[in-house]
């Protein structure tokens, strides 16, 4: 025990006075707020202005289309109508359109007859600009509902009362900022846990390796046994990253105590999440960094050990990818499959409690199923530890790799 | 009683075996040289006398009782590859191994400081490791196996990459130490060495004891059949019958003589006539050196 104190406080002091802790204590908050602000203001604004014109024998249902498109506030579309089409009229358009001064254009053909409706014609700049294309067919049917309300002779201000964007208020609830703010936690929860154990679980095994290729293995294992110097790195490196946590959740309690944060914006984080925050932390780093460690000791240069970490980072990266899902409907089918695959629990599990808190026996399993693979990953990677960190040379194949698991 | 004590101890790794019933004994006061080519066993062996691995069979016994972990605590071991924590300050580092070997830090401290002095780098202390000169780091490391004052003190390669003055040092205080009644255990190739400090020897080859016993013991098994001449003149006289191989390194002769009843009688005759063609300045008769036993142990043939 005196000796896993030993190393975990060495490692521990060593990493807290280093410049790279002071920067990415630093560092890692701006890069999460770029991010949530940016992915705020990339979907808030979809697209910016963008010009598209609208060649149509109608010229009455061109007009229509035009107030109905510029009337969206969210973004600016001018729209030029072109009614009705003559013989260059397509060349003009194709031409504009490799120019780059038209972002597309809609071609309205009468209808075949026999057919009631139009056939509508979208030409995009780039096939990839599907919120335009979206834009447009949803403004298309609006115009044509109109225009068949009035033609079933429906007053004008009774199809605008009827057409009117419908005002969803969640207020009633008693709760009227929490949902926002439960995903403004989550999403934040999320991507601070996924760089903090991204992060300390590769430092775990580049300080490994450290300590691998500079032979100080051989010195210590005189007096530390294998199993003491893995447990003491893991938690020296540990706690470096909680108080690396710990300094941002004071550094924001004390910002917004004096205003600093906008006003209005709370971070109402309760004392369930930031528990459930640093026992998921806990456990994903314990996981990710057993396995970090023994790519770091089958391997003998930073090189290697990066090739092996792809295959770490892998469950991570899935996380992140699903994780709109999990946000969205947090007791959905995507999230509670994934919130039990112990690789991705503490990201997932975490995530589904600051969103909305699942029943208590999912949260038990989910810990209890994520306790046991760490068990079985520890077995596995604390045998090939200890051989690995005094193999020097050529990378292991599985069946050494193997061989080592028996070695007493 | 005996400090270190293997007795039939094999050791294999997947198909090759790296130790093959090695028994070897090191009683205190003493200092012992294991010596063999480079990958003969030496590391294997020593491995396992620490408990890094565990012998496949055979025994190991520290201070007179079965290997147990904690006896480490009286043992003090500088392993081949030198392994310090680059970032850490020279004091800091000294501490924080001691305490490993479980001293209290205060201690740790006052004898850390004590040993720089001793070792002739007080100006090293505050500095960080990655700061220092190969065998300034090499000295600290050495303090660091003598911090916790151990009984048995196992080098490897103690004096690879010192100048001759630390080098000097470093046998001086192995030397101090053996008078204390400690066991000193090293590895090296460098023979002139072992032959000036080792009480006892240990030839390994192929994981298999060679060649062990006393120092002079070991060298008298072997007849005087070399003869040193350093002279001025012809050296036309190294062409008498009774010489088996002669080298002349310009003016420095070293002569194998022949099988014989009498070698002594030999090496005055060649005496005789070198002097009637050359000035001699030393003439000296002996048995093989160390490093010609060594090589005729192992065959001549050693790998890399």
Same mark, same amino acid.
């Given at each position: 025990m005196h000796n896993i104190w030993l190393i975990a406080k060495r490692e521990y002091l060593e990493r807290i006075r280093a410049r790279a802790f002071m920067i990415m204590t630093i560092l890692i908050p701006v890069l999460i707020a770029g991010l949530i602000f940016g992915s705020v203001l990339i979907n808030g604004k979809r697209g910016n202005s963008s010009r598209i014109a609208v060649v149509t024998p109608d010229a009455q249902f061109g007009t229509d289309l035009q107030s109905e498109l510029q009337s969206d506030k969210d973004r600016k579309i001018s729209v030029e109508v072109i $009614? %009705?089409? &003559?013989?260059?009229t397509r060349t003009t358009l194709n031409e504009q359109l490799k120019g780059k001064d038209l972002d597309g254009y809609l071609w309205v053909t009468d209808p075949?007859?026999? @057919?009631?409706r139009p056939t509508f014609e979208w030409v995009p700049?780039? @096939?990839?600009?599907?919120t335009t294309k979206g834009d447009i067919a949803q403004a298309v049917r609006r115009v044509l509902t109109r225009e068949g309300l009035t033609h079933s002779g429906m007053g004008a201000s009774d199809v605008d009362a009827l057409l009117a964007p419908i005002d969803l208020d969640s207020? @009633?609830?008693?709760? $009227?900022d929490s949902a926002v703010a439960a995903f403004g936690i989550a999403y934040t929860g999320f991507f601070l846990m996924y760089l903090v154990i991204v992060q300390y679980c590769m430092n775990v095994g580049r300080s490994i390796l450290e300590d691998k290729t500079s032979r100080i293995f051989e010195v210590l294992l005189v007096s530390v046994r294998p199993s003491e110097l893995f447990v003491g790195k893991v938690l020296g490196v540990g706690s470096v990253g909680l108080t690396q946590v710990g300094i941002w959740f004071i550094a924001a309690a004390v910002a917004m105590q004096f205003g600093l944060?906008?006003?209005?914006?709370?971070? %109402? &984080?309760?004392a369930s999440q930031a528990i459930f925050f640093v026992i998921f932390f806990l456990l994903g780093f314990i996981l990710y960094s057993s396995i970090g460690s023994a790519f770091a000791a089958m391997t003998s240069s930073q090189q290697e050990l990066q090739q092996m970490n792809t295959f770490l980072m892998m469950p991570i990266i899935a996380c992140s990818a699903i994780i709109f899902r999990v946000v969205t409907d947090s007791d959905g089918p995507i999230a509670l499959v994934f919130s039990f695959i112990p690789f991705c629990t503490p990201l997932i599990m975490f995530t589904r409690i600051a969103v909305h808190q699942p029943p208590a026996w999912q949260i038990a399993l989910a810990i209890a199923d994520l306790i046991l693979t760490i068990l079985a990953v520890l077995w596995v990677a604390t045998r090939i530890y200890r051989v690995g960190i005094l193999m020097y040379g050529k990378r292991p194949n599985l069946p050494e790799i193997l061989r080592w698991l028996k070695y007493s | 009683m005996p400090i270190v004590e293997l007795e039939n101890v094999r050791k294999a790794y997947d198909s090759k075996v790296?130790?093959?019933g090695l028994s070897i004994k090191i009683e205190p006061g003493t200092m012992f040289g294991l010596l063999g080519p480079n990958g003969s066993g030496k590391t294997s062996s020593i491995r396992m006398m620490i408990g890094i691995t565990v012998p496949d069979s055979g025994t190991v016994s520290l201070f007179n009782q079965p290997? *147990?972990?904690?006896?480490?605590?009286?043992v003090g071991y500088l392993p081949e590859e030198r392994g310090l924590y680059?970032?850490?300050k020279v004091i800091e580092q000294l501490v924080f191994l001691g305490q490993l070997h479980g001293l209290d830090a205060a201690t740790a401290l006052k004898r850390s400081h004590a040993w720089c002095e001793r070792m002739e +780098?007080? *100006?090293? +202390?505050?500095?960080?490791? *990655? *700061?220092? #000169?190969k065998g300034m780091q090499q000295k600290i490391q050495f303090i660091a196996a003598l911090l916790h004052e151990p009984d048995l003190i196992i080098m490897d390669e103690?004096? #690879?990459?010192?100048d001759p003055v630390n080098a000097t040092l470093l046998q001086d205080t192995l030397v101090d130490l053996r008078k204390e009644g400690k066991a000193i255990l090293f590895s090296t190739h460098r023979m002139d060495q072992v032959e000036k400090l080792c009480d006892n020897i240990a030839l390994i080859s192929g994981g298999k004891l060679v060649l062990s016993g006393g120092m002079r013991e070991v060298k008298s098994r072997?007849?005087?059949n070399r003869v040193q001449i350093t002279f001025e003149? #012809?050296?036309?006289?190294?062409?008498?019958?009774? +010489?088996a191989e002669a080298k002349n390194y310009s003016g420095q002769a070293e002569i194998k003589l022949r099988p014989s009843a009498d070698n002594e009688a030999d090496a005055q005759a060649i005496l005789a006539q070198a002097i009637t063609m050359a000035r001699i300045s030393r003439f000296e008769v002996m048995e093989p050196t160390l490093e010609e036993i060594f090589i005729e142990a192992v065959g001549g043939k050693v790998d890399a």
């Open positions: $009614s %009705p089409a &003559v013989a260059t075949a007859p026999g @057919q009631k700049k780039s @096939q990839a600009d599907i207020s @009633q609830a008693g709760k $009227s944060l906008s006003s209005g914006t709370k971070l %109402p &984080v309760t | 790296a130790v093959h290997f *147990e972990r904690k006896l480490l605590n009286r680059k970032k850490m +780098i007080t *100006e090293a +202390i505050p500095k960080k490791t *990655e *700061e220092l #000169s103690p004096f #690879s990459g010192l072997y007849p005087r003149g #012809s050296d036309a006289f190294l062409q008498h019958p009774a +010489i």
